[in-house]
């Protein structure tokens, strides 16, 4: 049976392959439904002429009408391209896009084979638009499935079963797709051609290199949607060691890719550094992209809250920080003031905000940091000096009143605003409570060597050794500024008679940790590095650079 349809859109694909035009290919190869009425008659001649027991006759037209490889190449890469169209048409002939767990496995087996054919040097180029097409509706696909648990609930249970006979961590549906796309992002990285720096005359990425932010964004957002952002790493330290720099490539590339750097610095606990990235993202997204903006903003804040800068109101006036100042300000006013119950309180699982923080994974980082001392007077002529007693006992006072609201609380069949104190295990319940025995919540059953055992009789409060800990701490991280007599046990503040006791003994957080930070962010190729120009307009060293050293002479000898 004729297939005149196949046969000119073969046609077709023929003569984009010698135009190496690799926008029209991508536009050629529909996949999404709903499909042309051109595609739905190619569809039926696939299946009445090429069923899936005849692929040798699909394979051999398609080898007939395709262009020869011009270039003496061994073949690879065309034969890698002929079975990528095969599968696409394959695929066009078998999904039913009713089975989407199906779809999604020969959409990934489809992207696979198309990355194959993204290795070859004069036909990378031309299918890298396809294969970042590809890239995208595969990650729709399998995010659209994780938020369908009951979809994919029998492979969760296979993997599940084949992880425990491996002792192996579990693959999931979304983190699979993510490392086949990891392949696409490995071979734009490691793109040979032009020169070494991978920058066109024009001074923009060229070949294959085009793709390295395309496809690590898609990676970044699903190793990201699946909570795999240690995998992550691999993709930053690869760029930060091969990539052009990032200033070369489109706004929306720089601003997504900044941001998933932000992110990963962020959950690792490298704040100055996030914001760094995140300010970056956010000062180069577009102010029309509200939703884009405001996601930024969200980490951005925090970052800024956790070094001691907090958001101004200007800041919080703008559209994509609407409603932003109700969750952030509390937390900025009971830093300022001190106010260690109303912070806890606030940081609390029970409190309203409690969804919303946890939903961006950023309660943890404020409810463990963010805390800070208070100020002296000056005293004189004398160096201004904080009694370490004073200071104990306000430690206590404020321990206990966090205690106190906790045994209240759990008296009361609450959990203390979801933030049990680590202390409140060791106090004893009340008399006439209805506190169950050791044997009772203990099933009946006492280890003989804790069987006489002394119950605590209180909680474990700070001590003064604590507290000299403390203090020390934060005067060896630049927090405080002065030293402490061990002998009197009193803090004295260093250059108070220049300064003023409150600006020499307590600097602005913000400032110190800058002043001791730089603006090295890993990950992160800048326009300028080591003192090189983005554009080959100076010679860097490193990772990947040709050195020519035909003309160079052995140590010693003498100018020719």
């Given at each position: 049976?004729?297939?005149?349809?196949?046969?000119?859109?073969?046609?077709?694909?023929?003569?984009?392959?010698?135009?190496?035009?690799?926008?029209?290919?991508?536009?050629?190869?529909?996949?999404?439904?709903?499909?042309?009425?051109?595609?739905?008659?190619?569809?039926?001649?696939?299946?009445?002429?090429?069923?899936?027991?005849?692929?040798?006759?699909?394979?051999?037209k398609?080898?007939?009408?395709?262009?020869?490889?011009?270039?003496?190449?061994?073949?690879?890469?065309?034969?890698?391209?002929?079975?990528?169209?095969?599968?696409?048409?394959?695929?066009?002939?078998?999904?039913?896009?009713?089975?989407?767990?199906?779809?999604?496995?020969?959409?990934?087996?489809?992207?696979?084979?198309?990355?194959?054919?993204?290795?070859?040097?004069?036909?990378?180029?031309?299918?890298?638009?396809?294969?970042?097409?590809?890239?995208?509706?595969?990650?729709?696909?399998?995010?659209?499935?994780?938020?369908?648990?009951?979809?994919?609930?029998?492979?969760?249970?296979?993997?599940?079963?084949?992880?425990?006979e491996?002792?192996?961590?579990?693959v999931?549906?979304v983190?699979?797709?993510?490392?086949?796309?990891?392949?696409?992002?490995?071979?734009?990285?490691?793109?040979?051609?032009?020169?070494?720096?991978?920058?066109d005359?024009?001074?923009?990425?060229?070949?294959?290199?085009?793709?390295?932010?395309?496809?690590?964004?898609?990676?970044?957002?699903?190793?990201?949607?699946?909570?795999?952002?240690?995998?992550?790493?691999?993709?930053?330290?690869n760029?930060?060691?091969?990539?052009?720099?990032?200033?070369?490539?489109?706004?929306?590339?720089?601003?997504?890719?900044?941001?998933?750097l932000?992110?990963?610095?962020?959950?690792?606990?490298?704040?100055?550094?996030?914001?760094?990235?995140?300010?970056?993202?956010?000062?180069?997204?577009?102010?029309?992209c509200?939703?884009?903006?405001?996601?930024?903003?969200?980490?951005?804040?925090?970052s800024?809250?956790?070094?001691?800068?907090?958001?101004?109101?200007?800041?919080?006036?703008?559209?994509?920080?609407?409603?932003?100042?109700?969750?952030?300000?509390?937390?900025?006013?009971?830093?300022?003031?001190?106010?260690?119950?109303?912070?806890r309180?606030?940081?609390?699982?029970?409190?309203?905000?409690?969804?919303?923080?946890?939903?961006?994974r950023?309660?943890?980082?404020?409810?463990?940091?963010?805390?800070q001392?208070?100020?002296?007077?000056?005293?004189?002529?004398r160096?201004?000096?904080?009694?370490?007693?004073d200071?104990?006992?306000?430690?206590?006072?404020?321990?206990?009143?966090?205690?106190?609201?906790?045994?209240?609380?759990t008296?009361?069949?609450?959990?203390?605003?979801?933030?049990?104190?680590?202390?409140?295990?060791?106090?004893?319940?009340?008399?006439?409570?209805?506190?169950?025995?050791?044997?009772?919540e203990?099933?009946?059953?006492?280890?003989?060597?804790?069987?006489?055992?002394?119950?605590?009789?209180?909680?474990?409060?700070?001590?003064?050794?604590?507290?000299?800990?403390?203090?020390?701490?934060?005067?060896?991280?630049?927090?405080?500024?002065?030293?402490?007599?061990?002998?009197?046990?009193?803090?004295?503040?260093?250059?108070?008679?220049?300064?003023?006791?409150?600006?020499?003994?307590?600097?602005?957080?913000?400032?110190?940790?800058?002043?001791?930070?730089?603006?090295?962010?890993?990950?992160?190729?800048?326009?300028?590095?080591?003192?090189?120009?983005?554009?080959?307009?100076?010679?860097?060293?490193?990772?990947?650079?040709?050195?020519?050293?035909?003309?160079?002479?052995?140590?010693?000898?003498?100018?020719?």
């Open positions: 049976m004729s297939t005149p349809t196949i046969d000119k859109f073969l046609g077709e694909v023929a003569r984009i392959l010698l135009d190496k035009n690799g926008p029209k290919l991508q536009d050629y190869l529909i996949l999404e439904p709903p499909l042309p009425p051109l595609y739905n008659i190619i569809v039926n001649e696939l299946r009445q002429t090429f069923p899936a027991n005849n692929q040798d006759a699909l394979e051999a398609c080898e007939a009408l395709l262009p020869k490889d011009e270039e003496g190449a061994e073949g690879g890469s065309w034969t890698a391209f002929i079975s990528f169209l095969i599968q696409y048409f394959a695929f066009l002939r078998d999904v039913n896009v009713d089975h989407l767990v199906e779809t999604h496995d020969m959409l990934k087996a489809l992207l696979n084979q198309c990355i194959l054919a993204l290795s070859d040097a004069s036909m990378g180029s031309v299918v890298l638009p396809t294969v970042i097409s590809l890239s995208r509706t595969l990650a729709r696909l399998a995010i659209g499935l994780d938020k369908r648990p009951e979809l994919i609930a029998h492979l969760t249970r296979r993997e599940s079963v084949a992880g425990n491996e002792a192996g961590e579990r999931t549906l983190e699979s797709s993510a490392n086949v796309i990891r392949e696409a992002f490995k071979k734009c990285l490691s793109e040979r051609s032009g020169n070494a720096q991978g920058i005359s024009n001074g923009k990425p060229e070949g294959k290199r085009i793709g390295i932010y395309l496809t690590a964004n898609i990676c970044l957002k699903l190793f990201f949607h699946c909570k795999k952002i240690r995998n992550a790493e691999q993709i930053f330290g760029i930060y060691q091969q990539s052009p720099p990032l200033a070369l490539f489109p706004a929306a590339q720089r601003v997504t890719f900044l941001y998933y932000g992110r990963y610095l962020f959950a690792n606990n490298h704040f100055y550094r996030a914001q760094l990235a995140l300010q970056a993202a956010y000062d180069q997204c577009h102010a029309r509200l939703k884009q903006r405001r996601l930024i903003l969200v980490y951005l804040i925090t800024n809250i956790i070094l001691g800068r907090f958001p101004s109101t200007r800041l919080l006036q703008r559209p994509e920080a609407e409603a932003l100042g109700n969750r952030f300000l509390p937390i900025c006013r009971a830093i300022a003031k001190g106010d260690l119950a109303t912070f309180s606030l940081l609390s699982l029970d409190n309203d905000n409690a969804d919303w923080f946890l939903r961006r950023i309660l943890l980082q404020l409810r463990n940091r963010c805390t001392g208070d100020a002296q007077r000056d005293s004189g002529n160096a201004p000096t904080l009694d370490l007693d200071l104990l006992a306000l430690s206590i006072f404020l321990e206990k009143g966090i205690l106190n609201s906790t045994v209240s609380m008296n009361g069949n609450s959990q203390a605003n979801g933030h049990l104190h680590t202390n409140s295990i060791f106090m004893t319940p009340k008399a006439g409570s209805c506190a169950t025995s050791r044997e009772e203990t099933g009946g059953y006492i280890d003989p060597d804790l069987r006489d055992a002394v119950e605590p009789t209180g909680p474990d409060l700070p001590t003064m050794a604590t507290t000299e800990s403390v203090v020390s701490s934060l005067i060896d991280q630049g927090l405080l500024h002065g030293y402490i007599s061990h002998r009197l046990l009193r803090f004295a503040i260093v250059g108070a008679k220049v300064r003023g006791a409150l600006q020499a003994g307590f600097p602005n957080v913000w400032e110190t940790i800058k002043s001791k930070a730089n603006d090295e962010v890993p990950g992160w190729v800048k326009e300028e590095k080591d003192g090189t120009m983005a554009g080959g307009l100076g010679t860097k060293f490193g990772p990947g650079i040709v050195v020519n050293l035909s003309g160079a002479r052995p140590a010693g000898a003498a100018p020719g």
